[in-house]
Every structure is written in structure tokens, then in C-alpha cells.
């Protein structure tokens, strides 16, 4: 039973535009929300975060927005440069310092 | 700062046989997870170590076992490999601040173990 999933596998953008990564969870009890970037023959990076108590979270380029009704939550790049490419995952924990969670991962390429 | 640091980055092993892999969290984090990624897949958690002690367990058989030393650095053991142990073993810390435990947790490289 996967309680987060990352229906779209590979997204691909032009430099410039914005990209938008979706993430569905079904665990009620997910109360903090990760999105890591991964490269290849690297770990994956933390990206950025989001709170159950909140709905949007910015940092620079990158955008998390959560609804909780739908449990979904979407990871926006704008502008996307061709450096965003990689693998990105979306994690969810249910309480601080536990497990995460993560969803299958959606390979993005942004093209010159 | 160094970051978390994982060994051997590369590893082959038989069916049947052992393996440990060795993490270094992240200097000043207390707490390491160790994360099974399979090919194409998400990374999924197998257990927690926290104070010497494994604090959370994911649904992995006994053959997967681990150990914290009192420095944080940690161990993944292996036992009786088999042919779909074949993935990118991750480490992860993370620290418990004075208000409590943080979420976020900062991965290494990987170990990539190839069971033949």
C-alpha cells in the first residue's frame, strides 16, 4: 500500500517555464511534508519542507503548496533552469524524527 | 562541515553471503536512518538508530540489523543476501534539537550493493 504517490514518472519543461511536481498522500496522520532532488550517483538533497499547518511554503524559486482536503501537495519551479534536472521525491513524516515516507520519484528535465 | 559520508560506495556480494555497510552522520547529528532504494523506486526506510538503540524498525526481515556507536557512526548488516537485496542503501541523519526531534534528514552518497 503506498501512502505517497508520485503518479507522473518524468516531467519535461523548457528553461524558463515553470515546473510543477505532484504528490498524493492517503496517511491522515502525515503532519510534515519534504521534497528531496536527487542526481545520479548522489543522495538525495533536501529541497524544501511544508507543515501540516500551513498551505504554502517559498523559498527563492521553489514553492510548496499543501492541501490537506485533498491530501496533495505540489512542488513548483519558477523559473526552471536546466540545473533542476534530476530526480525529485516527495517525503512525508508523521512526527518528528520518525520514519519518512517517500513517493516513487518523478524525473524532471528542463531544456534549453 | 562535513556531510553524512557512507562506505564501501561500491559493493559485490554472492547469494548467501553478509555485508555491512558504515555510515558518519553529519557532524553534530545524533540520529541515523538507513533507507533501501530500489531500482526506479522510492527510497524506503528500514530502521532508525538514536542513543545506541534501535528506535524505529520499517517492514525489513531480521536478516537486516544495525548498530549505532557512541561517536553516532553506524553500521547496516546483511545476512544471507539475496538476489533482490540488490539496491542503493541509504544513510540519512538527522539531530533532536533541544524543542525536540527535527524532520528533516540529510542523506549520503549511497552504498550501491550488487548481489550476485
Known amino acids: 500500500d503506498q501512502q505517497v504517490k508520485q503518479n507522473s514518472p518524468s516531467l519535461s519543461v523548457q528553461e524558463g517555464r515553470i515546473s510543477i511536481l505532484n504528490c498524493d498522500y492517503t496517511?491522515?496522520?502525515?503532519?510534515?511534508f519534504l521534497w528531496y532532488k536527487k542526481y545520479p550517483a548522489e543522495g538525495p538533497t533536501f529541497l524544501i519542507s511544508?507543515?501540516?499547518?500551513?498551505d504554502k511554503n517559498e523559498d527563492g524559486r521553489f514553492t510548496v503548496f499543501l492541501n490537506k482536503s485533498a491530501k496533495h501537495l505540489s512542488l513548483h519551479i519558477v523559473p526552471s533552469q536546466p540545473g533542476d534536472s534530476a530526480v525529485y521525491f516527495c517525503a512525508a513524516s508523521a512526527e518528528a524524527g520518525n520514519m519518512l515516507t517517500f513517493g516513487g520519484g518523478t524525473r524532471l528535465m528542463v531544456k534549453p | 562541515d562535513a556531510g553524512v559520508t557512507q562506505s564501501p560506495t561500491h559493493l559485490i556480494k554472492t547469494r548467501g553471503q553478509q555485508v555491512t555497510l558504515r555510515c558518519s552522520p553529519k557532524s553534530g547529528h545524533d540520529t541515523v536512518s538507513w533507507y533501501q532504494q530500489a531500482l526506479g523506486q522510492g527510497p524506503q526506510f528500514i530502521f532508525q538508530?538514536?542513543?545506541?538503540?534501535?528506535?524505529q524498525r520499517g517492514n525489513f526481515p531480521d536478516r537486516f540489523s544495525g548498530h549505532q556507536f557512541p561517536n553516532y557512526s553506524s553500521e547496516l548488516n546483511v545476512n544471507a543476501l539475496l538476489l533482490g537485496d540488490s539496491a542503493l542503501y541509504l544513510c540519512?541523519?538527522?539531530?533532536?534539537?533541544?524543542?525536540?526531534?527535527?524532520?528533516?534528514?540529510?542523506f549520503g552518497p549511497g552504498t550501491r550493493l550488487t548481489v550476485t
Open positions: 511544508i507543515s501540516s499547518i500551513k
Open positions: 538508530y538514536y542513543e545506541e538503540e534501535e528506535r
Open positions: 496517511n491522515s496522520m502525515f503532519d510534515y
Open positions: 540519512a541523519s538527522s539531530l533532536v534539537v533541544p524543542t525536540g526531534p527535527s524532520y528533516e534528514q540529510y
